[in-house]
Nanobody, 121 residues
């Protein structure tokens, strides 16, 4: 079973960049489709992007396409979410999830605890 821990959140200004990390333990993340989600106050959790098991395919929500990039480091067993040109509407708690299914539409079998990202104007 895989355990996930997110880190890297914080308070930044609009236009800044931030990189979130999702460090896995217990099993290699490459056994799973990995997803990054976010949940803003009063809103439903939404899938931001996903990384295929072989690390070759990524998918992004329209709201972050061109600004966010997901990548994985097998040696560190860590998945990253690079976020550029951040906007106030990106403010949310960000979660990573591992999914046993082979689909870019990650639902999530295993979840991290989340990390807060706050973007000020």
């Amino acid at each position: 079973q895989i355990q996930l821990v997110e880190s890297g959140g914080g308070l930044v200004q609009a236009g800044d960049s931030l990189r979130l990390s999702c460090t896995a333990s217990g099993r290699a993340f490459s056994f799973y489709t990995m997803g990054w989600f976010r949940q803003a106050p009063g809103k439903e959790r939404e899938l931001v992007g996903s990384l295929s098991r072989n690390g070759l395919t990524t998918w992004y929500a329209d709201s972050v396409k061109g600004r966010f990039t997901i990548s994985g480091d097998d040696a560190r067993n860590t998945v990253y979410l690079q976020m550029n040109d951040l906007k106030p509407e990106d403010t949310a708690v960000y979660f990573c999830a591992a999914d046993s299914r082979n689909s870019y539409q990650v639902i999530g079998d295993f979840w991290g605890q989340g990390t807060q990202v706050t973007v000020s104007t």
